[in-house]
């Protein structure tokens, strides 16, 4: 069963906006990152934070972790219409034998 | 370095009959993991190999199965198909799967429908 839900399901913003998703989990963490997956296709990794971090930047992206809310978010900055894609957030928990544990993604459509 | 690599790309099976995919790691990978993505249930994982080792498995019948080789390349195995396991198969591979080696770098997926 899948970690936790991200919020919102869909966002359609246009060119040059910032994209927010919001993703929650629900138990303790070793690290959480987030995932781009264009239509149908494999998945590519974009940024890993972990639980004694707060905030990580990336190029454009942005993540921040609060684990007292179990809760993360990715920015995307000054979005562009290759940004099109389904983003995953996925945990690996404290303990584990540290696979991936994913969200229910959020499909982000930009508008040229 | 060429990336993950899965074949086939696309499959149609009949409910009842068995299947077997295939994934070559990144060179020098040694953990494999295999994930099924569906609409209803999303992205769960199925197992992972390490050293020819199955080294976790998620909630999935015994129906699906996997076994990786020497060369780290890994197969997996649904048998008697059922509707239900049409989906994407995604093929993740990784350096270890020890501590710190947490990155994924995923295969392009096996997209497998049953009718």
């Known amino acids: 069963s899948q970690q936790g839900e991200e919020d919102p399901q869909a966002l359609s913003i246009q060119e040059g906006e910032n994209a927010t998703m919001n993703c929650s989990y629900k138990?303790?963490?070793?690290?959480l990152q987030w995932y781009r997956q264009n239509s149908g296709r494999g998945l590519v990794h974009l940024i890993l934070?972990?639980?004694?971090?707060r905030e990580k930047h990336s190029g454009r992206l942005r993540v921040t972790l609060d684990t007292s809310k179990k809760s993360s978010s990715l920015l995307i900055t000054a979005s562009r219409a290759a940004d099109t894609a389904s983003y995953f957030c996925?945990?690996?928990?404290?303990?584990?034998?540290?696979?991936?544990?994913f969200g229910s993604g959020t499909q982000l459509t930009v508008l040229p | 370095k060429a990336g993950v690599t899965q074949t086939p790309r696309y499959l149609i099976k009949t409910r009842g009959q068995q299947v077997t995919l295939s994934c070559s790691p990144i060179?020098?990978?040694?953990?494999v993991s295999w994930y099924q993505q569906t609409p209803g249930q999303g992205l769960q994982f199925l197992f992972e190999?390490?050293?020819?080792?199955?080294?976790n498995k998620g909630n999935f019948p015994g129906r699906f199965s996997g076994r990786q080789f020497s060369n780290s390349r890994s197969e997996m195995n649904v048998s008697t198909l059922e509707l239900g396991d049409s989906a994407l198969y995604l093929c993740?591979?990784?350096?270890?799967?020890?501590?710190?080696?947490?990155?994924?770098?995923f295969g392009p997926g096996t997209r497998l429908t049953v009718t």
């Open positions: 993740a591979s990784r350096p270890s799967s020890r501590e710190g080696y947490y990155e994924q770098y």
């Open positions: 138990t303790s963490i070793n690290n």
């Open positions: 934070i972990r639980s004694n971090e």
């Open positions: 996925a945990t690996v928990l404290s303990g584990s034998a540290r696979q991936l544990t």
């Open positions: 060179s020098g990978h040694r953990s």
């Open positions: 190999y390490f050293s020819e080792t199955q080294r």
